[in-house]
């Protein structure tokens, strides 16, 4: 049975040197956002820091692993925490993105299914996004 990492020990295990600004802004995604959020969201939340210090945390985050982009066609990069398995790879999931609220959310328990590429093609990443409505908007729009 693995124990959660505290939010320190999860950037060190990234390799990312602790600042309060990293952890504060870490501490924040990792406790108020449950689905994608985008730069804006954070900036919203974390008024206090400015906005070029949490693109390059954002950026950060990313390429340390602890965060994937998501390019859901709003053309507001979205990110969302990666759940990472024994070798430190994000594992892919299905996102889902309301044509009405216009949130994205992480179906962290729905994969992304193999797709079959032809001979000499290498994936390096998938990202899998179904357009749709969230259980909210279906409801609204059934009433």
Known sequence: MHLPLSDEQTLLNAGIRLTAV????????????TDAFSLADLEAALSTVDRSTLFRTLTLFTESHLLHEIDDGSGAQKYCVCHLDDTRQCQGHVHLTCRICHRTYCLTNVSIPQVA???????EETEYVVKGLCPRCAAAKGK
């Open 22 to 33: 990293r952890l504060m802004v870490w501490q924040q995604i990792r406790h108020a956002f």
């Open 117 to 123: 590429l032809p001979k000499g093609f290498e994936p």
